[in-house]
Structures are given as C-alpha cells and as structure tokens.
C-alpha cells in the first residue's frame, strides 16, 4: 500500500454512478429509518479521523466517495450514529503519522493482517484478491510459492505481502525490486525489468486502464493462480481510544451489506468482482 503519480480518472458507465448512489442511498435509509431507535443521538456524535493512501479502487481522494473502502467504513459508523473523515498521504508517510503519539489518526487502512503488537485490526472491509502480473508472452509457471524464487519479482516498499513470500523476501531466498508504488510495477513488468510483481487484482485492472498506462495492457496479464485472498482491515493503535473505536466499527460492520456495496461499486467502474 502505497504512493501513485496523477492519474486520469475512469468514467463510469452512464447511468450506473446515479445507480451506485441510489443503492448506497438506500442502504443508509433501510438502516436509519428501519431501525432509529438503535442510532444514538446526534449529541452523542463522533468523527473518526483516519488515514489512508492513493490505492483505486479501494481508497483515493479523487474516487467517488473516497474508494470502495470508504464507502463501506463509512455506512459502518453511520450505522452507529458517528462520522468518519480520511485524509490521505503516500504510504510510508501514513505509517508514520499514525505512529505519532500526538497524532489525531486513531488508525489507517487498508492493511493486511500481520502479527504486530501495535496495533489492533478491525473486523473485514472487503477483500483483496493478491496476485502477481506478468508479461503476457512470458507467464510465471508455479505451484508452490518457492517456486518463486526463480523469478525477480517487484514488490512496494513498505508493502506486506503474504506471509510466505515476505518470510522468503527476509531471508533472501525471494529476489525482489522495490518499487515506490503498483504503477511503477506495472512499467517495471512491462519492460522486462522484473518478471513480475506482486497486486492486486482490482488495483492492476483499474491503473491499467488509466490514459498514461493504457498502451502497456496488451502486453501484461494477472497470473491465472492467485497468491492468496486477503481480507482487509483498518489498523488501529493498540491503546483503549484505539481499541474503543475498533469495536465501535465493528458494530457497524455487522449492521450493513457489505457485498451488496462492493457489487454496487464494482459495477460503476465497470470491474470484475
């Protein structure tokens, strides 16, 4: 997760934008008006300050509605009666604002799940299918993931990957790029200069259909095996303001559609599930 360079915006579908809105409209008032009696007063009201990166179609200041994450997050604390605001930076600055003792961030997302004691993970806001892209001509042929490590593969800094690979990646048996974000991997696989890299799907189907990207997509494909389906969480500081707004989303997440916002934004920009 990560840094991307100015990027033109896909149009959505004519019409199916107004359709994202009015099911997400809807979603939000079956909620509310179904149910006020279980929305705190408006007193009561807080704002969630969080921080995140650039990384279409999950997150982005220049997405509709914030990404697909900020969409479901957001229907999750309305659903409790708070707010949510996000303010985005490239990734390795995010993960240092967030560490800040006087930061006003009580977490960042979108993160894998990995074992730390700094931090305590929401429940799921989506999933990530995590993959590699390679040149069309010249697929990655494996099995197991040590199989791997016959290849150069371009992974972001600061990035977890899975386990597995990034175990393989510490103890140097995984040769690997660094690149400063997924954009930069793409150019990276397209001209030869790694055999592949490390994204996820949704994110490699969105940038390479961006104007400046466009003329390498006949030449890269997303390897047909899958490294793993990784859930995405918020990570929040494992200290009692962070734990209690853990648990406040939470309560949220289990009172909305998650599927039927995904499928909904998925369909506006016209990607696969």
Same mark, same amino acid.
């Given at each position: ?142 099995? @197991?993931?040590?199989?791997?490590? #016959?290849? $150069?593969?371009? !992974?972001?800094?600061?990035? %977890?990957?899975? /386990?597995?690979? =990034? ?19 793409? @150019?990276?696989?397209?001209?030869? #200069?790694? $055999?592949?890299? !490390?994204?996820?799907?949704? %994110?490699?189907? /969105?940038?390479? =259909? ?64």
């Amino acid at each position: 997760m990560w840094s991307f360079a100015k990027q033109d915006v896909v149009k959505p579908k004519p019409g199916v934008m107004a359709m994202l809105q009015g099911m997400f409209g809807q979603l939000i008032c079956s909620l509310f008006c179904v149910i006020p009696f279980a929305i705190p007063s408006l007193a009561k009201a807080e704002t969630l300050h969080l921080t995140s990166l650039n990384w279409p179609p999950y997150t982005g200041e220049k997405l509709q509605q914030g990404g697909v994450t900020v969409v479901i997050i957001t229907a999750a604390m309305n659903a409790v009666g708070h707010q949510v605001k996000v303010d985005y930076y490239p990734w390795s600055r995010v993960l240092r604002l967030v560490k800040r003792d006087d930061s006003i961030y009580r977490g960042y997302f979108p993160e894998y799940l990995y074992p730390t004691e700094d931090y305590v993970f929401s429940d799921p806001v989506g999933h990530s299918p995590l993959g590699l892209i390679e040149q069309a001509d010249f697929p990655l042929k494996w099995q @197991q993931v040590r199989d791997l490590n #016959r290849y $150069q593969l371009g !992974v972001v800094q600061d990035y %977890v990957n899975t /386990y597995e690979l =990034d175990g393989m990646i510490a103890n140097g048996s995984q040769k690997v790029e660094l690149a400063n974000s997924d954009e930069h991997n793409i @150019q990276k696989v397209a001209t030869g #200069r790694v $055999q592949g890299a !490390v994204i996820d799907r949704h %994110v490699f189907n /969105y940038l390479v =259909d961006q104007t400046h990207l466009k003329p390498l997509k006949n030449k890269l494909q997303f390897n047909k095996q899958l490294l793993e389906l990784r859930s995405l969480h918020i990570a929040f500081k494992n200290n009692p303001e962070g734990i209690k707004w853990r648990d406040t989303l939470n309560r949220g997440l289990k009172q909305i559609d998650q599927d039927k916002i995904i499928q909904a934004y998925w369909t506006a920009l016209a990607l696969d599930d």
